[in-house]
């Protein structure tokens, strides 16, 4: 079944839009600031790649005890979440740095965290970032006939546990990048023709999936069976221990950003136009927390910023704090939301009561 052709309003006569970016564009002259990463994103790097890549030459190289080497494994999976929100993320939006080489460099992370970056730039820089909780639209709220995420989704019975065992299969985001979902993401958006700028070739596209693939299996399973005097069978399991932590950590922050009971889940008319401009339709469907914890801000790389990151995603999140000030204002002069969690607590309370929300069977319609 083909899909529609959304159209966002074009007309918003209060001008949000115009009136906030000019605003923040201000900001940034005012302050003679780029509008990119600065040497806080820079050392937040280093320390993300030391999390993620030290534990990995520790196991290697000390022949440490199974107990220790599982603690590495989580340690590995702590930074592999933290480089996926705060180096990859901003390079493959362009606001890691204002030279596209470096932004490429960054955005390329992702192949030793299992990903492809075409594939995440066309489900999240196009599909998440331009339909955002539009369903059917934004891949980020599928999760097949396992989970419910939008009202608008088919009800099934085991739905009404899925507050319980959400979270175990939370997890298993990364791993499922590393053995399936990237071939089958690939397949489809080279069907339908997506890209995030020129599309590539197929050739090149398919060949670079498979080359990198090749090589991620060969840096993390194939070399430690070679080194490690140690069962084969207890590397797979550490493998599996370092993308399960970076999977929840990665799932749960996405979800408590539109899985939540404040973010809207809107549908557009039967002709696919939707009701808001598409900043406007930003603030309905996003939702902050969190953000006056100074740890939650630095290790989510800002994505507990969603509200500023949706309007602004080409700005480093490093500017995020600073910048809420001028979105939340401008949102209540214009009598818009700004749905916001005081505390990452209440935003995880609320999104597994959210959950049960929708795994509870809708009532019939006469």
Do not use: C
Request: charged share 15%; proline share 3%; net charge positive.
């Amino acid at each position: 079944m083909e899909k529609k052709t959304i159209r966002f309003a074009r007309k918003d006569s209060a001008q949000f839009f115009k009136t906030l970016n000019g605003r923040v564009n201000d900001y940034f002259k005012t302050n003679n600031i780029k509008k990119t990463g600065d040497w806080r994103l820079h050392l937040k790097t280093i320390i993300m790649f030391t999390l993620f890549l030290a534990p990995y030459f520790l196991i290697l190289t000390l022949g440490l005890p199974t107990w220790a080497n599982v603690l590495l494994t989580i340690v590995m999976g702590v930074g592999m979440a933290g480089v996926g929100m705060n180096v990859m993320h901003d390079g493959n939006h362009g606001s890691y740095s204002n030279k596209k080489w470096v932004n490429k460099i960054m955005g390329s992370s992702i192949y030793i965290l299992a990903g492809n970056v075409y594939n995440w730039q066309v489900q999240h820089n196009v599909l998440h970032h331009t339909y955002t909780n539009i369903h059917e639209h934004d891949e980020d709220m599928e999760a097949g006939r396992i989970l419910r995420f939008s009202k608008h989704a088919e009800w099934k019975k085991h739905h009404r546990f899925q507050h319980f065992y959400s979270v175990f299969l939370y997890g298993l985001l990364t791993f499922n990048w590393a053995i399936t979902t990237d071939f089958q993401q690939m397949y489809r958006y080279m069907k339908r023709k997506l890209s995030y700028g020129k599309l590539p070739s197929a050739t090149i596209n398919w060949s670079t999936l498979i080359i990198t693939k090749i090589l991620y299996a060969t840096i993390w399973i194939v070399l430690p069976m070679l080194i490690l005097d140690i069962a084969w069978w207890k590397i797979l399991i550490g493998f599996f221990i370092m993308h399960y932590v970076a999977g929840v950590i990665l799932s749960v922050v996405f979800q408590l950003a539109h899985i939540v009971d404040p973010a809207d889940t809107p549908l557009p008319d039967e002709s696919g136009n939707m009701k808001n401009t598409w900043a406007i339709h930003q603030l309905f469907t996003t939702v902050n927390f969190g953000t006056k914890n100074r740890i939650i801000n630095w290790f989510t790389g800002g994505l507990n910023h969603q509200v500023e990151h949706h309007i602004f995603p080409n700005i480093s999140h490093v500017h995020y704090t600073n910048i809420s000030k001028i979105v939340k204002q401008t949102a209540k002069e214009f009598n818009l939301p700004y749905h916001e969690y005081k505390t990452t607590r209440k935003a995880i309370i609320s999104h597994f009561k959210h959950l049960k929300e929708l795994g509870k069977q809708p009532s019939l319609q006469y």
